[in-house]
């Protein structure tokens, strides 16, 4: 029998045998967590030095891509606005109005407007490499660029609240005091200051490594099935599932946007509980 191709180097990507069919006697090569390892480009192929990867080379990209939208679209900004400029402003209007302003208030807000729309253009073009042909792969797929970005907006929180109320305000705010709990105080303030010191950046990150990284994961099981199905009788499994591949992607470009717009609102809320007075 016939077994999907293992490479002997942990970091590479695991190819499937191109000529593996169902009813050619060689099991359904299915996606893991090899299918998230790349060899890196350059560097140390043991990962015990610098090296640059695929996933490396894409945030790169990424991040160029958004930098050069921008200044192309603002460099000499008219009264009267071309399409790049139209496009552009429409996409952060409704960051700093739909986000910005809603969570925080105009007032406030308008200072963080900034950070918000880079977060939020930064992670959508980050989801949406997934269903660019070549590219093929969410950069947040991996771990680290969530939980990065998660520890920018967590130092960002911190330090403001305590810069806003001083440390003893600041601890109320992070432990919830309030004195009309009595007796149950310690205890609230307990979990409190866990849930918002510890567990609210680890959800943070998680929420969106855990959507793209299940997204991508759906994608690779229905594309590889698609070709996996192609042989004899197993074309028309192969056809059912190549539309499955058309509809996730379909779903795919919406979650990217969305998990995008949810990492920038807990992002807007969090500077909000910041700024906020703690009675």
């Known amino acids: 029998m016939k077994e999907p191709a293992v490479s002997a180097d942990p970091t590479q990507v695991l190819a499937f045998e191109t000529d593996c069919h169902l009813f ?10 090899h299918s998230f390892m790349f060899e890196p480009l350059w560097g140390d192929a043991d990962g015990n030095g610098l090296y640059f990867n695929k996933p490396m080379l894409l945030a790169l990209l990424g991040s160029i891509i958004v930098v050069g939208f921008f200044w192309a679209a603002f460099r000499k900004p008219k009264m009267v606005p071309g ?63 969530p939980a990065g970005l998660a520890g920018i907006v967590y130092i960002t929180w911190v330090s403001l609240t305590f810069k806003r109320h001083g440390f003893v305000g600041a601890m109320k705010n992070f432990t919830g005091y309030d004195k009309t709990l009595g007796p149950v105080l310690p205890l609230a303030m307990g979990i409190e200051f866990v849930s918002n010191l510890v567990v609210r950046p680890f959800t943070h990150a998680v929420r969106l490594f855990a959507n793209m990284f299940a997204g991508h994961t759906l994608l690779l099981l229905f594309t590889i099935a698609s070709w996996y199905m ?21 779903f795919e470009l919406f979650i990217q946007a969305v998990q995008a717009y949810v990492f920038v609102l807990l992002t807007c809320t969090f500077i909000q509980g910041a700024l906020a007075e703690h009675h």
């Open 24 to 33: 050619d006697g060689c099991g359904f090569p299915a996606p893991g967590l």
């Open 83 to 145: 399409k790049l400029q139209m496009v552009a402003e429409a996409g952060y209007d409704f960051v700093r109005r739909g986000i910005v302003y809603e969570t925080i208030g105009k007032k406030e807000g308008d200072k963080y407007v900034p950070l918000a729309v880079s977060l939020f253009f930064f992670i959508w073009m980050m989801n949406i490499w997934s269903i660019v042909p070549v590219a093929s792969f969410p950069v947040t797929s991996i771990i680290a660029y």
């Open 230 to 250: 192609l042989n004899g009788i197993g074309i028309a499994y192969s056809g059912i599932s190549f539309v499955m591949v058309i509809v996730m992607t379909a």
